[in-house]
C-alpha cells in the first residue's frame, strides 16, 4: 500500500517539475512576441489618436476660418468690431444705396481676396399692375353660407365663411372650381400686361390633394382657347409647365405637406409673353417666353376645408420713370396696408424697392409720400389712416438709405378719389400710395 502511494506522489512531483520547466524555459520567446506585438498595438493606437487629434485641430481650424469668411461676406465681423469700439452695437451709417458702410467696405475686401464674384439678386420683383379689373375680398356684406357673388361655379362646391373675422371663400366637400363673375367671361379679358394676386389657405396635415390647380382660361366659358397647362400651387412652392420651385426653406418637406396650416400670398405678372410668379416674399418661377396666350381665369381646390381671399386682377402700365417724367408723380395701388391699419404687408416690398431704386439711380428727384383712401369708413378717420400710412412708407424708405432731406409724407383720405366708390374695383383704385415730385 505504501508502495502505490510512493509511486502516486513521485509521479505527481514529476508532473509539476515538467510544468513549471514549461513557464521557466519554453515561453521565453513566445512571451518576446506577446510583448512585441502588444506594443506595436499600442504604438498604433497612439498614433490613430493622433491622427484623429489633429483632424479635430484643423477641421476646428477651418470652421473658424469659414466663420470669419462669412462674416466678412455678410458684412457682420468688422462692423460689429467697430461698433463695439465705438461703445455701438449695429447702428453703423448707411449710404444712399441701402448698403452699411462697413458691409459695403467688408464685402469689396472679401471680393479682393476670394476673387469671388459680387452677387446683386432680387428674389422678389413684383410690382402689381396700375389698374385694377377685377377684385374681391370677399365684402364683409357678402352673406355667410352663401356662394362667392363676385364668383361662377363650374364644378364642386365653395361657399362664403367667416376666418378670424373675415370673411373668405371657403371649398367645401371635395373642393371646387371657380372664375370670376364678368360680363364678357367668353372674350379674352387679360390684357397683355396683367397681374393677378390671390392668398390661399392650407390647412394643417399632409395629403396630395392639399394643392390649388389654376389655369389661364375659364373652363366654363373658354374652352378651346387660351393657354393651356395648370398652375399649380402646393403648401410650400410652385409648379408651372416644366418648372417647379420649393419656398427658401421648405425643401425638406413634400410637395403636399403643411406643419402648421398658414396664409400663402400668390403674386403673377404677365408681360407679353414673359411670365412670373411669386410665393409671399419670393419669385419661384421665371419664364421669359410662354408659349400660348392666357385669356381668363380658373381657379380649382381639390379638398374641402381650404379658403381663397384678396384675389385682384390689374392691368399693367406704364414704367415708374416714365411716369414721373410725364405727370410728375407715381400712383401705386400696390402697397397694401392690413385693414384700418399703417401696418405693411410683405407684398408691399416689390413697389417700395423700385420705388427705391428710382430715387437712388436719379438723385434728384424727391418724394412727398400721399396716402389714399376709399369711402368706407368715416371722412376723419379716413385722414388719420391715409397720413399714418403716407408716414409709414415714407419710413420705410428712410430705413432703407434713402435720405430724410428728400422725402415728405401727408395724406388726403377719401378726397381725391380716382375712380368710383360703388364698385369694389373702384375702392381698390382708391385706396392707393401717391409719390408726387417736389
Not at 296 to 318: A, D, E, H, M, P
Not at 351 to 378: A, C, W
Request: glycine share 8%; hydrophobic share 30%.
Amino acid at each position: 500500500m505504501k508502495k502505490h502511494t510512493l509511486n502516486f506522489k513521485t509521479s505527481i512531483f514529476f508532473k509539476v517539475l515538467f510544468v513549471l520547466g514549461l513557464f521557466l524555459f519554453v515561453p521565453q520567446q513566445t512571451e518576446a512576441q506577446f510583448f512585441k506585438k502588444l506594443a506595436k498595438k499600442a504604438k498604433e493606437k497612439i498614433e490613430r489618436e493622433a491622427d484623429k487629434r489633429a483632424e479635430r485641430r484643423v477641421n476646428k481650424k477651418i470652421d473658424k476660418e469659414f466663420d470669419k469668411a462669412e462674416g466678412v461676406l455678410d458684412g457682420k465681423n468688422k462692423g460689429k468690431k467697430k461698433d463695439k469700439e465705438n461703445g455701438k452695437e449695429g447702428n453703423s451709417n448707411k449710404n444712399e444705396k441701402g448698403a452699411n458702410n462697413s458691409e459695403s467696405t467688408n464685402s469689396n475686401e472679401a471680393k479682393a481676396k476670394s476673387n469671388e464674384p459680387t452677387v446683386v439678386w432680387s428674389k422678389f420683383d413684383f410690382v402689381p399692375g396700375d389698374t385694377v379689373i377685377f377684385e374681391d375680398g370677399p365684402s364683409p356684406d357678402e352673406e355667410n353660407g352663401e356662394f362667392p357673388s363676385r364668383w361662377d361655379l363650374y364644378k364642386g362646391s365653395a361657399e362664403i365663411a367667416n376666418v378670424n373675422g373675415e370673411n373668405v371663400i371657403m371649398f367645401i366637400d371635395r373642393g371646387g372650381d371657380i372664375i370670376p363673375y364678368l360680363k364678357n367671361a367668353t372674350e379674352d379679358y387679360l390684357p397683355e400686361v396683367f397681374t393677378i394676386e390671390f392668398d390661399v389657405w392650407f390647412e394643417k396635415g399632409h395629403t396630395t390633394s392639399n394643392r390649388f390647380f389654376i389655369s389661364f382660361i375659364d373652363k366654363k366659358n373658354q374652352w378651346g382657347k387660351g393657354l393651356v397647362g395648370n398652375f399649380t400651387v402646393y403648401p410650400n412652392g410652385i409648379e408651372f409647365e416644366d418648372t417647379d420651385k420649393r419656398y427658401p426653406g421648405t425643401e425638406a418637406l413634400s410637395w403636399a405637406e403643411e406643419p402648421i396650416g398658414q396664409w400663402r400670398h400668390i403674386s403673377i405678372a404677365y408681360t407679353k409673353g414673359k411670365f412670373k410668379a411669386y410665393m409671399d416674399d419670393t419669385r419661384l418661377i421665371n419664364i421669359p417666353h410662354l408659349e400660348g396666350n392666357p385669356w381668363g381665369f380658373t381657379i380649382k381646390s381639390q379638398k374641402g376645408n381650404q379658403y381663397l381671399k384678396n384675389f385682384r386682377i390689374s392691368k399693367g402700365g406704364v414704367k415708374y420713370y416714365d411716369r414721373v417724367l410725364s405727370e410728375g408723380k407715381i400712383i401705386v395701388n400696390g402697397i397694401k396696408f392690413d385693414v384700418n391699419k399703417a401696418t405693411l404687408k410683405t407684398e408691399s416690398i416689390g413697389p417700395i424697392n423700385k420705388i427705391y431704386q428710382l430715387m437712388v439711380d436719379n438723385p434728384t428727384v424727391n418724394f412727398s409720400v400721399e396716402g389714399h383712401t376709399d369711402s368706407d369708413g368715416s371722412d376723419e378717420t379716413n385722414m388719420t389712416l391715409s397720413k399714418a400710412r403716407g408716414k409709414t412708407v415714407m419710413d420705410k424708405l428712410i430705413s432703407m438709405g434713402i435720405s430724410s432731406s428728400r422725402l415728405k409724407s401727408n395724406g388726403f383720405g377719401e378726397s381725391k378719389p380716382l375712380d368710383n366708390n360703388s364698385t369694389p374695383e373702384g375702392k381698390a383704385n382708391n385706396r392707393r400710395v401717391e409719390f408726387v415730385k417736389f
